[in-house]
């Protein structure tokens, strides 16, 4: 016997693979896009079930990760991200959303290596990075981010000193 589920509009569909990671980030992806009351539950149990079968599956991580950070879990998505990045180091997206979870969590010198980290990547947006870091320099009081715009021959972020 397949197993089936529902969708938000309570229509019936078949799960043909309902261990690969892939089509369990997939439909959870969708149930998220199509909103719905219980649409992040549904989703989230999709992304569980992804990690269950793939720990290391980048995008179920991700997506996941940016569950907890909506529902005010902010070491749930940290830990998440953070598996992420240890996964695919070379995503300067991933890099970036743990920098921003860590700024907003006062992390100031964890998100200013993660900002970092992240300049050096292909991809990666120089300015927004600067300023993002420069703001952590301000709130840790240790300095402007001339250091590092300096060192990588793009100028100041704007508003440092």
Same mark, same amino acid.
């Given at each position: 016997?397949?197993?089936?589920?529902?969708?938000?509009?309570?229509?019936?569909?078949?799960?043909?693979?309902?261990?690969?990671?892939?089509?369990?980030?997939?439909?959870?992806?969708?149930?998220?896009?199509?909103?719905?009351?219980?649409?992040?539950?549904?989703?989230?149990?999709?992304?569980?079930?992804?990690?269950?079968?793939?720990?290391?599956?980048?995008?179920?991580? =991700?997506?996941? !990760?940016?569950?907890?950070?909506?529902?005010?879990?902010?070491?749930?998505?940290?830990?998440?991200?953070?598996?992420?990045?240890?996964?695919?180091?070379?995503?300067?997206?991933?890099?970036?959303?743990?920098?921003?979870?860590?700024? =907003? !969590?006062?992390?100031?010198?964890? !998100?200013?290596?993660?900002?970092?980290?992240?300049?050096?990547?292909?991809?990666?947006?120089? !300015?927004?990075?600067?300023?993002?870091? =420069?703001?952590?320099?301000?709130?840790?009081?240790?300095?402007?981010?001339?250091?590092?715009?300096?060192?990588?021959?793009?100028?100041?972020?704007?508003?440092? =000193?």
């Amino acid at each position: 016997m397949t197993p089936r589920s529902r969708n938000s509009r309570g229509t019936r569909f078949k799960l043909l693979h309902t261990g690969d990671a892939r089509l369990l980030y997939r439909r959870g992806t969708l149930t998220l896009a199509s909103g719905g009351a219980d649409a992040a539950a549904a989703a989230l149990a999709d992304f569980d079930g992804a990690l269950e079968s793939d720990p290391a599956y980048v995008p179920a991580l =991700a997506a996941r !990760a940016g569950l907890a950070f909506d529902r005010g879990d902010q070491e749930a998505a940290l830990s998440d991200l953070t598996r992420a990045v240890e996964a695919a180091l070379d995503d300067p997206d991933l890099l970036y959303n743990r920098g921003y979870l860590r700024q =907003a !969590a006062g992390r100031w010198r964890d !998100a200013i290596d993660d900002y970092t980290r992240t300049l050096a990547l292909p991809g990666a947006d120089g !300015a927004e990075l600067l300023q993002r870091r =420069a703001e952590c320099d301000r709130a840790t009081a240790k300095g402007s981010g001339r250091d590092l715009a300096d060192a990588l021959g793009r100028g100041a972020p704007a508003g440092a =000193a």
